[in-house]
């Protein structure tokens, strides 16, 4: 396990670097243009970096086994955040949605707690549930009962992608830790008309959808952001335009630094550096799962489950929107895209990940640390 703690630890620190470099590569023109401080963004995605290091450092020092007894409180917690952030007056509100609390120069969104607070509740529940897991009432409706509340809060922001990717890993943890199928399919198809009501309810998202078919039909509207997307990855060719060359950051590419930083990838180091850049998130997943297969007790097993999965679903659909493999979805690209609250809460979950390695060791091991 030390092995791969550490393997893990480099892997995260790489993609971590390469956030900086990208974000400061991505933002400083237009920051410049804008903002009259070509390091905007730059600061403040260091900033957030300083923060989450602090947290990860907080939640390494302790057994995570210790951390059950918060779970309920910071749950309930979470649910306040989640509501308070819906009232006009108290939280930011950009493009209609409402989803960020604004302090000084930082914001700080709630859904990103809600990701990891999820993760920790449906383990311990689960954990601690065996002996019932297999009964409808008291191992299946109590979780589906706190998911669909946190995610209604979720979605009355707007924000459906977190509330998928919330949704989409609660149910893998509760197929792994043993719930029956019965109980389980049918909330999954039962789902599925939901999220189509949700999607085609507002036009926006059907725009989105319309321009993943075919975003030349509108290509200075909506299909605008996937086409220069498009422009930047093809530009880049194998190696690349070179490091802050970019071209497409030069205010045609939306959200360059944030949901298409990818794109700039592309552009600026080619098939290879984009090509690096899966890679490290392959070996991300892979180390993550070996880990939460070598975890000493079921409730780091699920922890560790849930966290790999989130960081990795959220990297696919994040690498799938830029290269045109999916519909737009604002789901920022973990470790790299600047996000504020979101890089600081992925950090915290291989916090988790590296905590559940360190006290899962084997005695030969720690003899041998």
């Known amino acids: 396990m030390r092995k791969l703690r550490t393997q893990l630890f480099m892997v995260t620190v790489v993609l971590l670097a390469i956030g900086v470099v990208m974000v400061y590569s991505a933002s400083a023109i237009s920051a410049q243009e804008f903002l009259k401080d070509s390091a905007y963004y730059l600061k403040r995605h260091l900033l957030y970096l300083f923060i989450g290091l602090v947290a990860s450092l907080l939640v390494m020092s302790v057994d995570y086994i210790s951390l059950k007894k918060y779970v309920k409180p910071v749950l309930i917690a979470t649910f306040f955040l989640l509501m308070l952030v819906l009232s006009p007056g108290i939280s930011r509100e950009i493009a209609g949605a409402r989803r960020w609390f604004r302090f000084s120069f930082l914001s700080f969104q709630p859904s990103q707690v809600c990701k990891i607070v999820m993760i920790l509740y449906f383990a311990d529940f689960l954990s601690r549930k065996q002996g019932e897991i297999k009964s409808f009432w008291e191992g299946f409706v109590p979780p589906m009962i706190i998911l669909g509340f946190s995610v209604g809060l979720i ?140 975890a000493r007790d079921l409730f780091g097993h699920l922890v560790a489950l849930g966290v790999v999965s989130i960081i990795g679903l959220e990297a696919i659909i994040n690498i799938a929107v830029a290269t045109g493999s999916m519909p737009t979805k604002g789901l920022p690209l973990p470790f790299i895209s600047y996000g504020g609250s979101s890089l600081v809460f992925d950090m915290i979950g291989v916090a988790l990940l590296l905590n559940i390695a360190k006290y899962s060791e084997s005695p030969y091991e720690k003899e041998d640390n």
């Open 155 to 294: 979605l009355l922001e707007p924000d459906l992608g977190t509330a998928v990717a919330i949704s989409a890993v609660s149910f893998m943890m509760l197929f792994v830790a043993g719930i029956k199928l019965r109980h389980l399919v049918p909330m999954l198809l039962g789902s599925i008309p939901i999220l189509g009501v949700l999607i085609f309810h507002k036009a926006y998202r059907i725009r989105r959808i319309m321009a993943f078919w075919d975003p030349w039909k509108d290509p200075q509207g909506v299909g605008f952001q996937i086409i220069q997307s498009y422009i930047a990855l093809g530009s880049g060719g194998l190696f690349g335009v070179g490091l802050g060359q970019s071209r497409q950051k030069l205010l045609y590419l939306p959200g360059a630094h944030t949901d298409f930083i990818f794109s700039i990838i592309g552009e600026e180091l080619g098939l290879i550096g984009a090509g690096a850049v899966i890679i490290l998130f392959a070996l991300f997943i892979w180390l993550g799962f070996r880990i939460a297969l070598r």
